[in-house]
């Protein structure tokens, strides 16, 4: 049996797609590794839920590509290929990148508000950071950036980022220091500030760092230091 530290959610409503969204998240940060199977009814006592719900989001991962089903088992994650891994991080490059580059400078003041509403959401990535709580961390990354990534617009955009992030892997994060991870995390916070002055080659840059740290610190790599 192999045991997964997942909160107890109890019921209530989308409860799938919340179990769905914590298993994706402990799989991207390396919470889930490949090698073991994992019980949808070892993980629905874990939850505190039935077996149906966690079976239903095991399924939905199983589409997504994140794990495969052992017959009579359970599922196992899936192990990309570095190469695979590197790809993904390319191609989210070359989307996100220019997505959010086009809006400095020509914000609405409805998008502006809504920028700013974001801000909590940054401080709190700075917070699990520092309390080491990956598996939220990892689930709060991806609302902030697809939320901010909306602002473009563009619905196929949004559904091809939120595709490869599902398939991205975070497995340094916990072998990161604190200061580095928050670090990294404080970078949420001058994106925003960069879209609202609409410094777009900043932009451009830190979103480029950001994002290379996914295959760089948040992966266990060293990454190249700036020099001055």
Known sequence: ?????????????NLRQRIRDVLRASIISGAM????????PTLSQQFGVSSTPVREALLDLVAEGLVEAVRNKGFRVTQPSDKQLDDITAVRRM??????????GSLTDAQREKVQSLYPAAHDLVELAARRELVDWVQADRRFHLELLGLVGNA????LVANLRARSRL???????????VASSEEHVTILDLLLAGDEAGLIDVMG?????IRGAWAGRPEEQETT
């Not at 192999?2 to 909160?7: A, F, G, I, K, N």
């Not at 196929?156 to 559904?159: A, F, I």
């Not at 760092?209 to 740290?213: E, S």
């Open 156 to 159: 196929v955009l949004l559904e």
């Open 95 to 104: 989307l996100e990148v220019p997505g959010m580059a086009q809006l400095a």
């Open 1 to 13: 049996m192999t045991t997964l530290d997942v909160p107890n959610l109890g019921g209530g409503l």
């Open 209 to 213: 760092r950001h994002i290379d740290h």
């Open 171 to 181: 497995t340094g994060l916990d072998s990161l220091g604190i200061d580095a991870l």
């Open 33 to 40: 590794h490949p090698g073991p199977v994992y019980s949808a």
